[in-house]
């Protein structure tokens, strides 16, 4: 890749950043509006946007509808997403709770496990954070950590490795006997698609968080953490809870398609709502508002 697409690429990253903004604003944007979005420079990219955004919302709304048929059936729903650092879980996660009540769909991104949790069972700390009956859990990465990023970096032992796979079906298994549903996609980026990822946080004062000693690590361990993916998708792609890879280059593709796989794997319909209607407010006669002391009141400066 020249330099000249290199530059072209990462502006095209921050182009997409932006859009994640105007996402969050289309109660006061149109589709054609936010179609526009920054770095438009062609009725392609306008078409393509388009696109994306009319079909994003049209998923988003289905995605609430689902919401509504597992709180109402009781159903338990677990997502695990994976993948390579950089590789757009998180953009995916966030689309899929964007709309919906965290009462009733939430994100689990464990940090690394603390010296107490070292001499537990391995999947024991994962376990308090499974679904009840009308419940959807979305973990950003999971129990499948053991498999990459803690083999690969020599943070855990052959035993324990072994021990794993022959563990994490017989657990899967056992969520399922349990009435719960284990969906688990794999987001798939190409060595040159990563590179620019993280070029592009490197340049980006905001996302400079996201880049840890261990993301930089992989980059140098590419082909290790291959290795050990294809090692995890051959020895734990079961029935019960098989592997789903998205393919990930194109990031606002790899969200809608993780979407409509998603709405797939359940048979969510409409369910019907009883009718919502305001009532009056009740006004008192002895009633009157005490004005608040300036004291509390933040400045505003806008």
């Avoid at 921050?14 to 006061?28: C, G, K, M, Q, R």
């Avoid at 070292?118 to 498999?147: K, M």
């Amino acid at each position: 890749m020249n330099d000249e697409e290199l530059v072209r690429r990462i502006h095209r990253e921050l182009a997409d950043s932006y859009d994640e903004e105007l996402e969050l604003e289309i109660e006061d944007r149109t589709i054609e509006e936010l179609a526009e979005g920054v770095d438009a420079r062609s009725e392609q990219d306008k078409a393509d946007r388009r696109l994306y955004f009319r079909e994003l919302f049209r998923l988003q709304a289905e995605l609430v509808k689902l919401q509504d048929w597992v709180v109402a059936t009781g159903h338990k729903v677990v997502i695990l997403f994976e993948g390579r650092d950089a590789a757009g879980k998180g953009g995916v996660i966030k689309r899929i709770t964007q709309r919906l009540n965290p009462r009733v769909c939430r994100v689990a991104a464990l940090p690394a496990p603390n010296d107490r949790e070292r001499t537990q069972w391995y999947f024991q700390r994962y376990i308090s954070h499974l679904p009840a009956a009308g419940e959807i859990v979305l973990f950003d990465r999971s129990w499948y950590n053991r498999a990459g990023v803690e083999r690969v970096m020599g943070f855990c032992t052959d035993d324990q490795y072994e021990e794993f796979f022959r563990s994490a079906p017989e657990f899967e298994r056992m969520l399922a006997r349990s009435g719960i549903q284990l969906i688990k996609y794999w987001f798939s980026i190409t060595d040159e698609e990563q590179h620019m990822r993280f070029l592009s946080r490197i340049h980006d004062p905001l996302k400079q968080w996201k880049l840890s000693p261990m993301d930089l690590e992989s980059r140098r361990r590419w082909e290790d953490y291959t290795k050990a993916k294809e090692i995890m998708l051959e020895r734990t792609h079961i029935p019960e809870a098989p592997w789903w890879v998205v393919q990930a280059v194109d990031k606002k593709k790899a969200r809608l398609n993780c979407i409509h796989h998603l709405l797939g794997q359940m048979p969510y319909g409409e369910v019907e709502h009883s009718p919502i209607s305001l009532p009056e407010r009740v006004r008192h006669d002895d009633y009157f508002r005490r004005e608040v002391s300036s004291e509390i009141v933040v400045p505003e400066v806008y």
